[in-house]
């Protein structure tokens, strides 16, 4: 490696991304494949590191039935023109059919996300990273798990960002069968025993994807600073005591720390095409009464622009997100709130949708709790409706609708863990601090006195929440932007570069930054 280069390379490994810069090729902005916060958060740090002049490389699958839909527009176009529309020395897309005609990142069968994971793994290793040749790797979650291995033992500084605690696990006779040579790196992958040689372990000691990404790499960091110490602190009793053990070493050794993601920069009241009214902080009061009239009338809720609105933005899992603490106090939140015409409404998927329905069936409050389906339009005009947004989360390693929901002048009802913890502060209309309602103990009890507090302040004269709200919006606007998360990896990857990232180089062209 030439590590007194100018201009460092900069290869970033995702299964996920969304909006590339346009001038990475007239497609970039094109190639959307998204699951989750991971496409966000990448398409984020690769724009501003882009914008800034860095010489950033990205390898994604190749995924051409996600990518058919938005490309339509090119594929008329003769193949020619595509592929000088989308430089090969900046995007590197890995071409193979296991990815072509998906229609999701990823698959319900643990064995073929391990597949998909494998066949993306071996043409990053035997032919992007020789021809990119960078000076340090940023990997994703488990799905680039063994990528860290293959970077130490070629000394390239490698960072490993853990977005979820998922994982697979096989053995290396499986690995290499896709392709993939282990034997030169399996001392820096991580096995479910110690092994005690290469042959012996072959065939019979797992090794596990996410674990190794966090063992072998250089750095890693978590996507909110709070999560992170809670792992180390053994908070959750579901996190393998391995990661708590793995992530402590880094800790202690300096090499770990979290970084808070950031929402789609697309969630804006100001421009949202799916509101029936767009607003800013100077009309937010119109603009949220306008959006809930008309989101009462499609859902079939009575209609009463004041009556509070309670949006749960986030899948229906019992696991996570807490909908089981809900459920035991809905009928009890709604009739203790009766006069007050307070509504509740999910857009969300989850195997807790029939639950709420048959709660709203079985009491009648069909015209005040309202399921749905998640569509995306939906999700942006309960935004811009919603006085409040429900994320009663058992845990949540960054969770995102905290951050959106004050953009829109909605406040979030949380529990105080992981990434809220970070991103949300208790209302205190006195000294005009907070921007949401936190309780601490998780139960049912728990959500309902935060609920409480929400329509304690509901009940203030309008001018002050709307002041309040005003506060919050402002503040939203202010700290929850990719520039904000991205400046805080960029000053990561100096750190582990030893050296200045983006101010000892000049703003390079498409062409400077593919020779060596």
Known sequence: MNNK????????????????????????????????????VSAALINALFEQGADVHVALPDYRSIFSDRLAPFLKKEQKLIQESMPEERIHLVED?????????????????????????????????????????????????????MARQMDIPCLFTIHNIHTVKCPLSYIEDRGIDAAAFWRHLFFERVPYSYEESWDNNNLDFLMSGIFAAHFVNTVSPTFLKEII??????????????????????????????????FQPASDPHLVKTYTREDVAAGKKANKRHLQETLGLIQDESAPLFFWPSRLDPVQKGCQLLADILYQVVSDFWNRRLQLVFVANGPFQDVFRNI????????????????????????????FVLMPSRFEPCGLPQMIAPIYGAL????????????????????????GFLFETYDANGLYW???????????????????????????????????????????????????????????????????
């Open 5 to 40: 280069r100018r201009n460092p390379r900069i290869l970033v490994v995702t299964p996920e991304v969304t909006y590339l810069p346009d001038r990475m090729g007239d497609i970039a902005s094109y190639l959307t494949a998204k699951a989750g916060g991971l496409a966000d």
């Open 233 to 266: 602190q053994g908070r959750h009793e579901f996190v393998d005591n391995a990661i708590r053990w793995e992530l402590t070493n880094k800790w202690n050794a300096g090499c770990a720390t979290g970084i808070l993601n950031a929402p789609d920069p697309g």
């Open 412 to 435: 979030p009802v949380a529990h105080d863990t992981g990434g809220i913890h970070d991103s949300v502060t208790h209302m205190n209309v006195d000294r005009h601090v907070g921007n």
């Open 97 to 149: 059919r296991a990815f072509f005609y998906l229609n999701q990142i990823y698959t319900g069968s643990g064995l073929e996300n391990t597949k998909l994971s494998l066949t993306f793994q071996r043409d990053v290793i035997n032919y992007i990273v020789p021809r990119v040749r960078p000076d340090l790797i940023h990997c994703n979650d488990w799905m680039t798990g063994l990528i860290p291995a």
């Open 360 to 387: 709203a069936r079985f009491h009648k409050f069909e015209d005040r709790v309202a399921i749905c389906n998640f569509e995306e339009r939906f999700e942006h005009l309960a935004y811009g409706a919603s006085d």
């Open 450 to 516: 935060a609920i409480s507090e929400a329509m304690r302040f509901y009940s203030l004269p309008e001018e002050i929440r709307t002041a309040e709200i005003r506060r919050a919006m402002d503040q939203a606007a202010a700290d929850f932007t990719h520039s904000v998360t991205a400046q805080q990896y960029i000053q990561l990857y100096e750190k582990m570069l030893e050296r200045p990232l983006i101010t000892m180089f000049e703003t390079p062209s498409v062409e400077q930054g593919v020779s060596r």
